[in-house]
C-alpha cells in the first residue's frame, strides 16, 4: 500500500517533471541557439575584417602609386615597413616644396607641409588635427618670418580652406 502510494505521488508528480525536463531541454536549446548565433556574429565580424583589410592595403596601394606617379619620392623614415614621408622636390633643386608627414606612424598622411618659394620655411600646412582622416586644417605664414599668420579651415573637403581667420597662438 505505500508503494501505491508512492507511486500515486509520483503519477501525481509526472506532467510537474516532464513539464521542468521540457522547459530545461528548451532552455539548453535556446542557449545552444545563442551560441551558435555568436558562432557566426564572430565568423561575420573577422569576415568583415578581412574584408576591410584587403580595400585597406588596396587604398594604400593606390594612394602609393599616385604619390609616386606625382613625383613623390616615399621613405619609411622609422624602419617599420611604412612609408612615413612622402617629399615632392617640383624643381629637382634639392629642396623639397611639400612634404607629406604621418606622425603617428598609422598608414595615414596627418600634416601636408608646403615650402612654395623653396626658402627653408614652411608656408603653409594643411592637417588632421582631430585625426578623423580628413586634412581640414589650414596654418599660413604669409610674410616668411616663420610664424603663422593665418588659419583656415576646410568645410567641403575640397582641400581649400573655406573660412580663414588671423592665427593667435597660445599664451
Not at 551558435?36 to 574584408?51: G, Y
Not at 609616386?68 to 624602419?79: E, K, P, V
Not at 629642396?95 to 608656408?123: A, C, L, P, W
Amino acid at each position: 500500500m505505500a508503494q501505491n502510494g508512492f507511486l500515486n505521488d509520483l503519477l501525481d508528480q509526472l506532467p510537474q517533471i516532464l513539464k521542468e525536463a521540457n522547459d530545461e531541454k528548451k532552455r539548453d536549446e535556446a542557449l545552444e541557439y545563442q551560441r551558435q548565433q555568436t558562432l557566426l556574429n564572430a565568423e561575420r565580424l573577422r569576415l568583415e575584417r578581412e574584408r576591410l583589410e584587403y580595400e585597406i592595403n588596396t587604398a594604400k596601394r593606390r594612394d602609393i602609386e599616385a604619390f609616386r606617379s606625382a613625383g613623390f619620392d616615399l621613405l619609411d623614415t622609422n624602419a617599420d615597413g611604412e612609408y612615413d614621408l612622402y617629399v615632392l622636390d617640383k624643381t629637382d633643386n634639392g629642396k623639397y616644396e611639400v612634404r607629406g608627414i604621418d606622425r603617428d606612424f598609422n598608414g595615414s598622411i596627418d600634416v601636408f607641409e608646403f615650402d612654395d618659394n623653396e626658402d627653408g620655411v614652411i608656408d603653409r600646412i594643411v592637417s588632421d588635427r582631430d585625426n578623423n582622416g580628413t586634412l581640414e586644417y589650414w596654418l599660413f605664414d604669409n610674410d616668411g618670418d616663420g610664424k603663422w599668420d593665418e588659419a583656415g579651415v576646410d568645410t567641403n573637403g575640397d582641400l581649400l580652406p573655406n573660412i580663414r581667420f588671423p592665427y593667435i597662438a597660445k599664451q
